[in-house]
T-cell receptor, first 115, second 114 residues
Framework: DAGVIQSPRHEVTEMGQEVTLRCKPI?????LFWYRQTMMRGLELLIY????????DSGMPEDRFSAKMPNASFSTLKIQPSEPRDSAVYFC?????????????FGPGTRLLVL | AQSVAQPEDQVNVAEGNPLTVKCTYS??????LFWYVQYPNRGLQFLLK??????LVKGSYGFEAEFNKSQTSFHLKKPSALVSDSALYFC????????????FGTGTRLLVSP
């Protein structure tokens, strides 16, 4: 299995531009999570989906952030417009059925720099 | 509400010595507990978990952790540290009920000196 795939791995953009981060979860997993990691705030959960439905988006910082999961094999996190304070590493993780077998597996992350 | 605490920002240990990285948690119901490791410029890698069963859990790379319900702790241990174990370690917990999200600690940096 290829694991969780994220693209791009690195993104440099200018303030005000739209940024789209992409994630392909592990095949067969039915939950997907978006996290943000910074030195100041550590690892933060932004939003998570179960069976393609958003369950908890309370971690999304503001309306500039949006996430979609149109099908079981693809999700996007969009920032529009981007700001320098959005600079961080964004991780996607996926998980199989909740319960005894559950484990979240993380992708390699997208390192975002907003100038 | 769920919470997890990693009281040490950094743990220093000499190679070959045993290591312990501490974690305590708080949940309303039964806990699901996890340890992850993060190497520089990499994603988090799963090490081990406690869901149910034996309190001593063995995981990847020789790591183990002991679930202690009375002390609400889940400390990560290894009998003999390697320099390559140097990394950032995260403890995480969620309540076993429903769709509760996984809550991560702030991380503990482990430095193993030669």
């Amino acid at each position: 299995d290829a694991g969780v795939i994220q693209s791009p791995r690195h993104e440099v953009t200018e303030m005000g531009q739209e940024v789209t981060l992409r994630c392909k979860p592990i095949s067969g997993h039915n939950s997907l999570f978006w996290y943000r990691q910074t030195m100041m705030r550590g690892l933060e959960l932004l939003i998570y989906f179960n069976n393609n439905v958003p369950i908890d988006d309370s971690g999304m910082p503001e309306d500039r952030f949006s996430a979609k999961m149109p099908n079981a094999s693809f999700s996007t996190l969009k920032i529009q417009p981007s700001e320098p304070r959005d600079s961080a590493v964004y991780f996607c993780a996926s998980r199989g059925l909740a319960g005894v077998q559950e484990t979240q597996y993380f992708g390699p992350g997208t390192r975002l720099l907003v100038l | 509400a769920q919470s997890v605490a990693q009281p040490e920002d950094q743990v220093n240990v000499a190679e070959g010595n045993p290591l312990t990285v501490k974690c305590t948690y708080s949940v309303s119901g039964n806990p699901y507990l996890f340890w992850y490791v993060q190497y520089p410029n990499r994603g988090l890698q799963f090490l081990l978990k406690y869901i149910t069963g034996d309190n001593l859990v063995k995981g990847s790379y020789g790591f183990e952790a002991e679930f202690n319900k009375s002390q609400t702790s889940f400390h990560l241990k290894k009998p003999s540290a390697l320099v390559s174990d140097s990394a950032l370690y995260f403890c995480a917990v969620r309540d076993a009920r429903g769709f509760q999200k996984l809550v991560f600690g702030t991380g503990t940096r482990l430095l193993v000196s030669p």
